[in-house]
């Protein structure tokens, strides 16, 4: 079965500190999709990032970075120097992407961030 | 940029109405989803939608929902007779290849039942 675990359910920082969000999975696909999506208070989902299965790079855009591990089923999310803007609930989620599978995205809790000033 | 639209934005019913919800995915998607997230909870999935046809539902999608691509671009949810329970905001998403890219969410509908 798919599953994805975010278990901070909130974090609180000072503008400035590096925060990490975990994120750890379960999938009995070799293929499939892990992405990152931030959700404001007004409410939208915003796509920030996807890796595929097979591309355990790390990734980095700008103040944000992303820790691909199979070995441990973990797609950690770090952002640098937080400002207040990051303050948002933010959602770890799975695609398995094998031989009859519809793209459906299994999402975590979340982790909501509050970045106090 | 292309983009999911979504409407109503907000909608209000009372218990055992019927109600719509419309999304007009990006134009060249082959992929159509929707979602639904109660208050303060994660976003789960209701149902995804292929080639004018229903590919997976969850075990929330029971009799009482369906789902319609009518004319090629809207793609709508109905809700036959809704309950409190329905409240939640409901995201519409589209992807053009599963193999690429993401998918693409709408703004959401929030339904509330009183």
């Known amino acids: 079965a798919q599953k994805v675990t975010q278990a901070q359910t909130e974090i609180s920082v000072v503008e400035k500190e590096d925060v990490t969000l975990d994120c750890v999975y379960e999938?009995?696909?070799?293929?499939?999709?892990l992405f990152w999506y931030k959700q404001p208070p007004s409410g939208e989902l915003v796509f920030l990032i996807r890796?595929?299965?097979?591309?355990?790079q790390n990734e980095i855009s700008g103040r944000y970075s992303w820790n691909f591990q199979k070995s441990t089923s973990s797609f950690n999310f770090t952002i640098t120097a937080s400002q207040v803007v990051d303050s948002a609930v933010y959602f770890c989620?799975?695609?398995?992407?094998?031989?009859?599978?519809?793209?459906?995205?299994?999402f975590g809790q979340g982790t909501t961030l509050q970045v106090k000033p | 940029e292309p983009e999911v639209t979504q409407t109503p934005s907000h909608q209000v019913t009372q218990m055992g109405q019927e109600v719509i919800l419309r999304c007009v995915p990006i134009?060249?998607?082959?992929?159509f989803y929707w979602y639904r997230q109660i208050l303060g909870q994660k976003v789960e999935f209701l149902v995804s939608?292929?080639?004018?046809?229903?590919?997976?539902k969850s075990e929330i999608f029971d009799d009482q929902f369906s789902v319609e691509r009518p004319d090629g671009s809207n793609f709508t949810l109905k809700i036959r007779s809704t309950k409190l329970e329905d409240s939640a905001m409901y995201f519409c998403?589209?992807?053009?290849?599963?193999?690429?890219?993401?998918?693409?969410f709408g703004p959401g509908t929030r339904l509330t039942v009183l």
């Open positions: 989620a799975l695609s398995e992407a094998g031989s009859g599978n519809t793209g459906k995205l299994i």
């Open positions: 999938t009995r696909d070799t293929t499939y999709y």
């Open positions: 890796r595929n299965s097979f591309d355990e």
């Open positions: 134009s060249n998607h082959l992929y």
């Open positions: 939608f292929y080639n004018n046809e229903i590919s997976e």
């Open positions: 998403a589209s992807w053009q290849d599963r193999g690429t890219d993401t998918q693409y």
